[in-house]
């Protein structure tokens, strides 16, 4: 049992990176800090090939416009069409999230078409074979963004192992419940491991810390009704808790002196923290570019990073696929939904890149 209960994590971190300034966000911070270290490993390339650097200010700029405009595009159009469509503006709203990394995808390759036109001495699989590999640890920097914010996770794991989402429910508590809330904590529990089951069903606590003012008996019973409803009632919580709504809501009610201190315990569902994995597989494949390109640079045959990152990549994303819930409600009468399906083509670009590169074989060694 003991063993069990450091198996799982309750997650939920503040997706703010300083408490109290809430526009400045994890997300938003690895999402820059990828383009900004990108540009320096582009730079560094540029000069070991033998290329203008300054042009690596304009590649930026094609970038940056192209993954924000081409995965908020990709989403508007492969997940949500009906929803954004008919409420266009809806589709600038870019901060209520909602991006795809297939359609990021789609609009750099375009982009860099563009760009390749205007930069003397550098063709289009040339610069595509540089660009893939900063993409490659860029992407992985984003899923650590996800994972800040508590958004796109795996499936239960039906075990006592994974990650509860607790963020959701603590802000329907902190922004919801009738009272003045100080502050709303959710952790895991020492003292409860005896109910753990091993069936993906696992203890957690809520600690409430209300500003004194009220009188006990009507405190507890806005806790009894708004704190029980907000987590049998609202899909966020549904979606990561499981509390039975046929029980009275278990908590107890401590006066701390300055503040009330509502323990309220509850229980949430593991699931695989795929954001993980993914991270954790584009930065591996990340090295693997670097270092094919550490090691043979110029006389790499256009096209085998480009082929490479896109079988890699979109390879790994179709088995995480498994893993992770669905975005959207049409993907579950799915055989494969919809992040899968879009990678099956591009894994297949990939492979054919591969084999045409692999024929022209490696550039001999400059005199």
Known sequence: MIENILNYVVWSPNPAVFSGFERLRWYSLLFALGFIISQQIMIYMFKQEGHDEKWVDKLTIYMVIATIIGARLGHVLFYEPDKYLSNPIDILKVWEGGLASHGAAIA????????????????????????????????????????????????????????????????????????????????????????????????????????????????????????????????????????????????????????FLARVNT???????????????YLLIFLLLLMIWIRYKERIPDGLLLGLFLVTVFGMRFVWEFLKENQVDFEEDLAFNMGQVLSIPLVIGG?????????????PVKA
């Open 351 to 363: 492979l054919a890149l591969i084999v045409y590169a692999l024929k022209k074989g490696f550039k």
């Open 108 to 259: 750099i390759l375009i982009a860099l078409w563009m760009y390749a036109r205007k930069a003397p001495g550098q063709s289009y699989l040339w610069i595509v074979d540089r660009i893939v590999i900063v993409t490659a640890m860029t992407g992985a920097m984003i899923r650590v963004g996800n994972l800040m914010n508590s958004e796109i996770g795996g499936k239960p794991t039906d075990t006592d192992s994974g990650f509860v989402f607790a963020r959701d429910s603590e802000e329907l508590i902190q922004n919801l419940l009738k009272v003045e809330v100080l502050d709303v904590s959710a952790y895991k529990p020492e003292d409860r491991q005896n109910e753990l089951k091993g069936e993906g069903i696992v203890p957690v606590n809520f600690d409430i810390s209300i500003q004194k003012g009220y009188q006990e008996e009507d405190l507890r019973k806005v806790i009894e009704t708004d704190v029980k409803y907000l987590l049998t009632r609202y899909n966020s919580s549904l979606k990561n808790l499981m509390e039975d709504p046929s029980q009275p809501l278990n908590y107890e009610l401590m006066d701390k002196g300055d503040h």
């Open 267 to 281: 229980f949430g569902i593991t699931k695989y923290p795929t954001q993980i994995y993914e991270a954790i597989s």
